[in-house]
């Protein structure tokens, strides 16, 4: 396995790691993945001339997720014939990246879940410490329950 399919499979793993945490026990058997490149949706290949800035925008994302996913050692090298993931499957939530000055707390809020809960699901130590461009897991269909 070369150092870029080594990067790549280590970041699919976690990614998988991730989302197989928070499904129950019975759907963890159902959705069982033989091949980490099955949780790509979207594969772009690099033409000559084009830049990671390029990239995202045709895609609707940011240099820095382009970065996380596909394990780039450095985002100005990138070459033709190179395979990018561009998008994730993502079957019961989302991902999102944490932006400059954004906490756990807020983004709990904007959708609608527990600190906690995002925590865990993230395998988090410390709530209070997210970086720019870390990638969290959302999971779809958790919802904040309401003291009555």
């Not at 925008?57 to 050692?73: G, H, I, R, S, W």
């Not at 999102?96 to 600190?115: H, Q």
């Not at 865990?120 to 999971?139: A, H, R, S, T």
């Amino acid at each position: 396995m070369n150092r870029r399919s080594m990067g790549w499979f280590v970041a699919v793993v976690l990614i998988l790691g991730v989302a197989l945490l928070s499904m129950p026990r019975s759907a963890q058997a159902a959705e069982r993945i033989n091949d980490p490149r099955e949780l790509c949706k979207t594969w772009h290949t690099v033409v000559r001339g084009e830049d990671l800035t390029q990239i995202a925008a045709k895609y609707n994302t940011n240099v820095l997720f382009l970065v996380y996913l596909n394990q780039v050692p450095d985002p100005n090298l990138i070459y033709p014939g190179q395979e990018l993931c561009v998008a994730l499957k993502v079957r019961a939530g989302r991902l999102y990246m944490v932006s400059s000055g954004e906490t756990l707390t807020g983004i709990a809020t904007k959708y609608n879940s527990e600190v906690a809960y995002l925590v865990d699901v993230n395998n988090l130590y410390d709530q209070n410490y997210l970086f720019v461009g870390q990638v969290l897991y959302i999971p779809k269909g958790h919802i904040l329950e309401v003291a009555r």
